[in-house]
């Protein structure tokens, strides 16, 4: 379930990426044309590709003596930097969501709005409640 919604989560940036771009493109000045490919297509393809990797991964293998199996690691704190804001938060949701980990994700303050529209996204994408968590506010305070 977890990678179709990864996967569910890409076809929406492909097919919608244009408001998440502008919403981008407001808060933090990024060129609609650069928000675009960078902020909405580029984690597309980030996404894709961790779902592609975690069916692939031996989360179970069979070894000498022994079976070892790989469980999520648990909850991740993923905090992002504001100068390219959708693509990173992309970058640590997709590897830790790919092995099964909840998130809680301190994005920027400068620029917020973008990963609240990205949770959106992820909500209707049909990732359950509790997984992805949102919080704000600024580093010195929320981050710590």
């Given at each position: 379930m977890r990678?179709?919604?990864?996967?569910?989560?890409?076809?929406?940036l492909d097919r919608d990426g244009a408001a998440l771009a502008a919403t981008v493109t407001r808060e933090m000045g990024m060129p609609a044309a650069l928000a675009t490919a960078t902020q909405a297509h580029l984690p597309a393809q980030v996404l894709r590709a961790a779902a592609r990797t975690?069916?692939?991964?031996p989360w179970r293998q069979a070894v000498p003596g022994a079976r070892l199996l790989r469980r999520?690691?648990?909850?991740?704190?993923?905090?992002?930097r504001w100068n390219m804001p959708v693509y990173q938060i992309i970058l640590k949701l997709s590897a830790a969501l790919a092995a099964g980990c909840t998130v809680v994700l301190k994005a920027s303050e400068m620029?917020?709005?973008?990963?609240?529209?990205?949770?959106?996204?992820?909500?209707s994408a049909g990732c359950p409640v509790g997984v992805l968590n949102l919080v704000t506010g600024t580093g010195p305070v929320t981050g710590r």
């Amino acid at each position: 379930m977890r990678l179709a919604v990864l996967e569910r989560a890409a076809d929406a940036l492909d097919r919608d990426g244009a408001a998440l771009a502008a919403t981008v493109t407001r808060e933090m000045g990024m060129p609609a044309a650069l928000a675009t490919a960078t902020q909405a297509h580029l984690p597309a393809q980030v996404l894709r590709a961790a779902a592609r990797t975690a069916r692939e991964f031996p989360w179970r293998q069979a070894v000498p003596g022994a079976r070892l199996l790989r469980r999520p690691a648990g909850v991740a704190a993923a905090i992002t930097r504001w100068n390219m804001p959708v693509y990173q938060i992309i970058l640590k949701l997709s590897a830790a969501l790919a092995a099964g980990c909840t998130v809680v994700l301190k994005a920027s303050e400068m620029t917020p709005f973008d990963a609240m529209h990205l949770v959106g996204i992820f909500e209707s994408a049909g990732c359950p409640v509790g997984v992805l968590n949102l919080v704000t506010g600024t580093g010195p305070v929320t981050g710590r």
